[in-house]
């Protein structure tokens, strides 16, 4: 929830009108609870989203998240009902060939040098996802933006604005 990734992500779509809302999984930092294989964090990250649906009705939802957070993000953007789209920061290669397939319209944000989701299988395992779906490239230096979060937040912003 304080990597600069999310924190960037979250002043982003703020800035762009979004309600944002940032936790932490179970068992990470001074939250309750051990981490459960994606599983339980689905749960966590389910009643987040309640809440804020609860709290505002009337806004479209998306689901966003970074790293292992984009996994969650697009499992949960793949149930229903659907938020408006899935902003994907980060997804890793570990869990490209488990990831749910579905309908939302799926936006993907990579660095050039992300080390846990390489460019050339990130490309090809994107190529093979049915639409709707974007993959924006960063030119970064690694898993984290470093040297291009400016450039990070003002893609995600303009996607949000879209």
């Known amino acids: 929830m304080h990597n600069k990734v999310v924190y960037r992500m979250a002043r982003g779509l703020r800035q762009a009108g979004a309600v944002v809302l940032r936790f932490n999984y179970r068992g990470v930092n001074l939250s309750e609870g051990v981490y459960d294989n994606g599983d339980g964090e689905t749960d966590d990250a389910r009643v987040a989203l309640g809440l804020l649906r609860e ?10 998240g970074f790293s292992f957070g984009s996994r969650i993000a697009l499992r949960l953007a793949c149930e229903k009902p659907h938020p408006r789209r899935a902003l994907l920061v980060g997804f890793p290669r570990a869990y490209q060939e488990a990831a749910p397939q579905c309908g939302v319209p799926r936006v993907f944000i990579q660095s050039t040098h992300d080390q846990y989701g390489p460019r050339e299988a990130m490309q090809i395992w994107f190529d093979s996802l ?6 924006i490239w960063i030119e970064a230096k690694d898993h984290f933006f470093a040297g291009e979060l400016d450039a990070f937040e003002k893609a995600l912003i303009e996607v949000q604005q879209t």
């Open 55 to 64: 709290r505002y009705p009337d806004l479209p939802s998306t689901t966003a």
């Open 130 to 135: 049915a639409e709707p779906k974007k993959l």
